[in-house]
């Protein structure tokens, strides 16, 4: 037990995989899947949970690369 606990304190629920022009690869940690946020018009949407505003495009907005991303492809302030 005290090997799990330390891994749920310590391991990130979600970590990034991958980020390409078009989507952000993620990995839920919690769920054990691959999700998918893609990238349209300067609008991120989970392709896990079909929404806009998950827990999955909150990781990926805070991250800077990929708010760099949307930046540059219009996306100024949007999100701020
Ligand atoms: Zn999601």
Redesign the pocket.
Known sequence: MLKDETFAKHAPRIKSISVESDCVILR?NVSGRI?E?AIRGGELA??????GD????GFVLSMPDVYDMLESKGAKRRFL
Do not use: A
Request: proline share 0%; with cysteine.
């Open positions: 839920d999700i946020v989970c392709q896990h949970c079909e929404k998950c827990i999955h495009v």
